[in-house]
Structure formats: C-alpha cells, structure tokens
C-alpha cells in the first residue's frame, strides 16, 4: 500500500464512459484509510478515514467517546504508518485507563461508525451531561447561521477536489468560520473539530463554544452526542435528524438544526437559543395586527 499520511487525496486513473465514446484519463480521489486507536499498548478500536489531522483526530475521538475527560489525560501521542493502516498510538493517565479497561471493545468502523462493535446498550447509547449552562451557550441568529452554511463550501478543499468528503465547521455566533475540519466518515470530521478545539488555550475556546457547529452529514444520535459532549450548544446539520438525536438535544438543552439550506433549515430542538430577527419579528406582529 502506499505512503497516505497526510495525504488528504490520491489521484488515481479513470475510464469515462459516453454514449459514442470512451475517455481516459486521472481523477482524484478521497483517501480512505484503517487508523488504529491505540491506548496503553492495547489496541481498542480501527475506524476507517482520511489520514489527515490525525492529533486533532486521536485527541477528538478520546474525548467524545468518554475515554478523556480532559485533554490533559494525553499524555504522548505518536503516529505510526504500516503496509496496511496507520496506527495511532497514545499514552493517557493511569485514571482514564483503568476506566477505558472496564469498557472495552474492539471494532471496525464502516467509513467512522461512531458506535459500531459497542459490546452493550449502555456504551452505544450513552447520554452525556447535560450542557452546564444552556443559557451561557450562546444565543444565535438565522441570519447568522444561513452565512455560515453559505460559506462552507468554499472552505472544503477535500470536497471541492473529490466529491467525496463530509465537513464539519466550527463557527462564532456571528456566522464567522474559525476552522474546518474533513474526513471521508462525518463522525470523524466532527472528532477531528472537537479535539482541534480541545487543543486550543482556555480563553479561545471558551469563547468558540458560544457558537454553533455545521456538518455536511445527517444528524444521528452520534453528532448530537459528540457535540454535547464538547460543550458545544448548536449543532446544524446539512441533513435529516434522527428520532433519537433529537430526544437527546432536548434532554441536553442542544439546539438542533436540520436540512440546512440556502435561505432555510429546520430547528428541531431548544429553539430559544435562536433570536428571530428583526424582519421575520415584523412580519409576524404584521400578522397578528391583520389577523
């Protein structure tokens, strides 16, 4: 196999088919690859994704899924690529090994299966803590939030180049995107956001989880989890939600946004963290006034 570390896109050779002739040529391609999550020395699980932001990935990953409760708790971190994947190994704390033991599990992940091969209902479904203070999650707007989603695009280097890549944005209250994060599973695009955001000083980041969070992906039960699990208070998503992501959104005080669109998208959830604006206020008393 070769060399991918690092390497977000692979080019590869094409035949296109015509209805009155054949065309040959490269394409380019997303890089999937195995990336083995090693803690310890002891191998607990092999998720399938872009080998690309790998720290942000590693760190993101052990956070959501429960094994860190604090970054702090990585202790070493290194990245080993062999014939057939790569291996990510990491040193964490006595206290979270110890824990990670007892909960053991072991998969194979289709493309970032975010709970595939958990060995019981309560490690597949686990709800984690309700936000602190939903009220100190930020208050957005609509308008806010459609300019983002209009931005996003432009910023999908993976995307724009292959056609084949999920994208996950961290973004200010004021519709501003801080970074970008990609991979080829939507889990891991939103692992790879959460732990780059974990990396960041104390100040920046308690100021970043005031806003919102994009994924080009649907809303599964998974996203909302790991977005709640990051203190993140809104999650948009560029797809349909699930039953069971939104009841967790609401047990959560998550706002959950669906089928995000050019001028449109649905608010599922905990709808209160999103002012209306001023023209849509109006039109509403206009309205009532008429009615």
Known sequence: MPKVLGH?????SRQVWHVD???????MVATETALALV??????????GTPTDLE???????????????????????????????????????????????????????????????ESLEVAVREPPALEDSKRAGILTHTAIQ????????????????GAVHGSALCTPNGEIIMVREDVGRHNALDKL????????????????????????????????????AG????AAVSAPTSLAIDLANKAGLTLIGFLRRDRHVVYANDWRIEMGDQIANARRNAQTIG
């Open 8 to 12: 977000g896109t692979s080019h590869v």
């Open 21 to 27: 002739h054949l065309s040959e040529g490269l394409d």
């Open 56 to 118: 942000d990935f590693a760190l993101g990953f052990s956070l959501t899924e429960g094994i860190l409760k604090h970054p702090k708790q990585l202790l070493d971190y290194d990245v080993v690529e062999t014939e057939k994947g790569i291996e990510l190994s990491m040193t964490i704390a006595s206290e979270p090994f110890a824990r990670l033991k007892h909960r053991r599990r072991s998969l194979v992940g289709r493309t970032g299966c975010g709970i595939c091969g958990a």
């Open 147 to 162: 300019k983002a989603a209009g931005e996003l695009p432009s910023l999908q280097k993976f995307q724009q180049e292959t």
């Open 232 to 235: 993140i208070g809104t999650l």
């Open 194 to 229: 959460i732990g780059a955001l974990a990396r960041l000083e104390a100040k920046k980041k308690e100021r970043m989880v005031t806003g919102f969070v994009i994924t080009t992906s649907r809303a599964s039960y998974e996203m909302v989890q790991k977005t709640v699990t």
């Open 39 to 48: 803690y310890n020395g002891v191998s607990h699980a092999v998720m399938m």
